[in-house]
């Protein structure tokens, strides 16, 4: 959570001092935007840097396309894409979604954790 004063890269650095398997934490507006955050240092990247404007977009549109269904299911909190190469996490507030991404070794019951970590940063309404 973070104290008054506290930024988004404040948290990313806790976030990454929680698990070295996390790889990359960023807030992205509704329209893809990397508000904040970044890579862990030393980490490379699993997509080429011109696929990077359309990962983001591919995350908000989901995003979006999640929205449909708020009427039948509630509102989307979370959500887990777990591929062979790595575990996508988008944590969705309403006014931003945070990005973040983690080796495939990462135990899903560390989830929990990092939402709380994240505690009120994500404004649900």
Do not use: C
């Amino acid at each position: 959570m973070l104290k008054r004063g506290e930024s988004f890269d404040d948290l990313r650095i806790k976030l990454f001092k929680f698990s070295r398997e996390l790889r990359y934490a960023a807030v992205l507006d509704k329209n893809g935007r990397i508000v904040s955050g970044g890579m862990r240092k030393g980490v490379k990247a699993l997509e080429p840097k011109e696929e990077e404007l359309r990962l983001m977009a591919h995350v908000v549109s989901e995003s979006i396309a999640r929205d449909t269904w708020d009427t039948y299911f509630g509102k989307t909190i979370y959500t887990i894409v777990r591929r062979e190469n790595v575990i996508l996490m988008v944590f969705q507030g309403k006014k931003q979604l945070i990005f973040i991404t983690a080796e495939p070794t990462f135990g899903l019951e560390k989830i929990a954790i990092v939402r709380e970590m994240l505690g009120q940063n994500i404004q649900y309404d």
